[in-house]
């Protein structure tokens, strides 16, 4: 399994690495506009787009894998070699997971860096990168998760299709309420995160059944 | 078992796959290693879809399945190791190099040759530095060829494997078959609408229409029976003849196929036919008049 998963971070390394370095240009040229606008703030706020977009763009790789992978029929290639359906379906989804923890990391490293550079002021660096990667990570599996649901659906299976629509509607309806902002909750970031461990595990579960790999 | 107490190539045991509008099965077959079993019908048959099932590609909906004795379960990786599968989609990784998406199967292959790939790629004239996305649907083929062909797999699953390949590539790729046969322990299920590659390569032919198998026979027995046969005959009415399958009449001339020359030809006598012609017919007209007969063997002609 590890194995599939290497293999697709290293296919898709370079979309990150050109993905990650948008993301630090948008970061940059906010900042030099921002100081064109004579802001004093522009530096602090450069590090925490930085940290941002570079979750959101590991997000949007996350979703380009699948959706990639899915377009170049990779089950079929890989369900012909020596390897298990439950293989499959746990690289397919720690994938993605991977490349957005490895966001997070960045994210939250970049506005680590701002802090000790005395530019930026954020006492702990990781707590937004994880709110982001919660907020956003939670649609990163819809690529997956529709085209299952639907084969649910087609295939007669329509209890199971609602059940996975219903928990997706639950976990739609937690993050828009983490969302508000006048909602203060302890722990706010970890709990973002709650339905991105939903999808990854309903994803998991819907790939483990899967029935067509051609 | 085998005909010689080994494990099958592959058996299929009351395999049935549904899809809305459409069933394959329920499906009774298996092949002896050694051997090369073609697998004919029409578009819409379920050659794909019996293909599929048995490479573990689908999950069939009833029977199951086994190759060289292990069941092809999809959560059991051992029995892939025993399969080489070619279809008309590949999977490739696009951006990577042919040579790169050969060391991907080679990876997860433990008896993936090296060797062999790249002797196979240079007889195929198949680049391999090139990315996958630069390369031709006939070098994609014949990448799948080589990616199937590089653990020299017991079980050979090769779903129109020539489709797109020029004539000097696909003789090609049939001497590589036929290379990958001659110790008697490799098997072959070929389906094909190239029916002259199967001419060449198959021991028996399956033939598949609307989901069902209508008939397995051996090649030899095919061609050695099946005739057309042109005759006169004076009758005033109905004359019923064995073993056709088709029949034309333009006033007494007529002209019959028949998949057992032999027992038509002792009737046209006893009949007392006249100018009886008997003539050859190639392996593509003995399919084409298979799958259109669909099992009707006596033609009443008037």
Same mark, same amino acid.
């Given at each position: 399994?590890w194995q599939l998963v290497d293999l697709t971070l290293r296919y898709y390394r370079r979309w990150l690495a050109f993905a990650?370095? $948008?993301?630090?240009?948008?970061?940059?040229? !906010?900042?030099?506009?921002?100081?064109?606008?004579?802001?004093?703030?522009?530096?602090?706020?450069?590090?925490?787009?930085?940290?941002?977009?570079?979750?959101?763009?590991s997000?949007?790789v996350g979703i380009m894998i699948q959706a990639t992978d899915s377009s170049e029929k990779r089950a079929?290639l890989l369900?012909?070699l020596?390897?298990?359906?439950?293989?499959l379906?746990?690289a397919q989804?720690l994938s993605p997971?991977a490349v957005?923890?490895l966001? !997070?990391?960045?994210?939250?490293?970049?506005?680590?860096?701002?802090?000790?550079?005395? !530019?930026? &002021?954020?006492?702990?660096?990781?707590?937004?990168?994880?709110?982001?990667?919660?907020? %956003?990570?939670?649609? $990163?599996?819809?690529? %997956?998760? $529709?085209?299952?649901?639907?084969?649910?659906?087609?295939?007669?299976?329509?209890?199971?299709?609602?059940?996975?629509?219903?928990?997706?509607?639950?976990?739609?309806?937690?993050? %828009?309420?983490?969302?508000?902002?006048? !909602?203060?909750?302890?722990?706010?970031?970890?709990? %973002?995160?709650?339905?991105?461990?939903?999808?990854?595990?309903?994803?998991?579960?819907?790939?483990?059944?899967?029935? &067509?790999?051609? | 078992?085998?005909?010689?107490?080994?494990?099958?190539?592959?058996?299929?045991?009351?395999?049935?796959?549904?899809?809305?509008?459409?069933?394959?099965?329920?499906?009774?077959?298996?092949?002896?290693?050694?051997?090369?079993?073609?697998?004919?019908?029409?578009?819409?048959?379920?050659?794909?879809?019996?293909?599929?099932?048995?490479?573990?590609?689908?999950?069939?909906?009833?029977?199951?399945?086994?190759?060289?004795?292990?069941?092809?379960?999809?959560?059991?990786?051992?029995?892939?190791?025993?399969?080489?599968?070619?279809?008309?989609?590949h999977g490739f990784y696009m951006h990577w190099t042919a040579a790169e998406n050969l060391q991907v199967v080679?990876s997860f292959?433990?008896?993936?040759?090296?060797?062999?790939?790249?002797?196979?790629?240079?007889?195929?004239?198949?680049?391999?530095?090139?990315k996958v996305e630069?390369?031709?649907?006939?070098?994609?083929?014949?990448?799948?060829?080589?990616?199937?062909?590089?653990?020299?797999?017991?079980?050979?699953?090769?779903?129109?494997?020539?489709?797109?390949?020029?004539?000097?590539?696909?003789?090609?790729?049939?001497?590589?078959?036929?290379?990958?046969?001659?110790?008697?322990?490799?098997?072959?299920?070929?389906?094909?609408?190239?029916?002259?590659?199967?001419?060449?390569?198959?021991?028996?032919?399956?033939?598949?229409?609307?989901?069902?198998?209508?008939?397995?026979?051996?090649?030899?027995?095919?061609?050695?029976?099946?005739?057309?046969?042109?005759?006169?005959?004076?009758?005033?009415?109905?004359?019923?003849?064995?073993?056709?399958?088709?029949?034309?009449?333009?006033?007494?001339?007529?002209?019959?196929?028949?998949?057992?020359?032999?027992?038509?030809?002792?009737?046209?006598?006893?009949?007392?036919?006249?100018?009886?012609?008997?003539?050859?017919?190639?392996?593509?007209?003995?399919?084409?008049?298979?799958?259109?007969?669909?099992?009707?063997?006596?033609?009443?002609?008037?």
């Open positions: 399994m990650w370095g $948008m993301a630090l240009a948008i970061a940059v040229m !906010v900042q030099i506009l921002t100081s064109l606008n004579r802001s004093g703030d522009a530096p602090r706020l450069a590090f925490l787009l930085a940290g941002l977009f570079l979750v959101l763009a997000m949007v079929r369900m012909t020596p390897v298990t359906r439950d293989q379906a746990l989804v997971l957005l923890a966001g !997070v990391v960045a994210g939250g490293t970049v506005t680590l860096v701002g802090t000790m550079l005395g !530019v930026a &002021s954020e006492a702990r660096p990781f707590p937004l990168p994880l709110f982001i990667a919660g907020q %956003t990570g939670f649609y $990163m599996y819809f690529p %997956t998760l $529709m085209p299952e649901m639907g084969a649910y659906w087609n295939s007669g299976r329509r209890r199971a299709a609602l059940v996975i629509g219903f928990l997706l509607v639950l976990g739609f309806s937690f993050l %828009t309420f983490l969302q508000l902002g006048s !909602v203060e909750i302890p722990g706010k970031p970890m709990l %973002t995160l709650l339905p991105l461990v939903l999808n990854v595990a309903l994803t998991y579960q819907l790939l483990r059944r899967r029935r &067509s790999f051609a | 078992m085998s005909a010689n107490g080994g494990a099958l190539a592959f058996s299929l045991r009351r395999l049935v796959k549904r899809f809305p509008g459409f069933t394959l099965g329920p499906i009774d077959l298996e092949l002896q290693p050694g051997l090369v079993l073609g697998l004919v019908g029409p578009n819409g048959s379920g050659k794909t879809t019996m293909l599929h099932c048995l490479a573990g590609l689908l999950v069939p909906d009833e029977g199951g399945a086994e190759v060289f004795g292990a069941p092809n379960l999809v959560d059991d990786a051992a029995w892939r190791r025993n399969i080489g599968v070619v279809g008309e989609e080679a292959q433990p008896a993936f040759s090296h060797e062999r790939a790249r002797r196979m790629a240079e007889r195929f004239a198949l680049p391999l530095d090139r630069e390369l031709s649907h006939g070098n994609r083929a014949k990448l799948a060829i080589v990616a199937a062909l590089a653990h020299a797999p017991r079980l050979l699953l090769l779903d129109e494997p020539t489709a797109g390949l020029d004539p000097v590539v696909r003789a090609d790729v049939l001497d590589v078959l036929w290379e990958l046969l001659e110790d008697g322990e490799h098997a072959i299920f070929y389906s094909t609408h190239v029916l002259s590659d199967i001419a060449r390569l198959a021991d028996e032919l399956v033939f598949l229409s609307d989901g069902r198998v209508l008939q397995r026979s051996a090649k030899d027995d095919l061609v050695d029976a099946w005739r057309r046969i042109s005759f006169r005959i004076e009758t005033g009415g109905d004359m019923s003849l064995p073993a056709i399958v088709e029949h034309r009449q333009v006033r007494q001339e007529h002209q019959v196929t028949s998949r057992d020359h032999e027992a038509t030809l002792a009737a046209l006598r006893s009949l007392g036919a006249e100018s009886i012609e008997v003539a050859r017919l190639s392996i593509d007209e003995i399919a084409v008049e298979i799958l259109r007969a669909k099992g009707v063997d006596r033609v009443a002609a008037r």
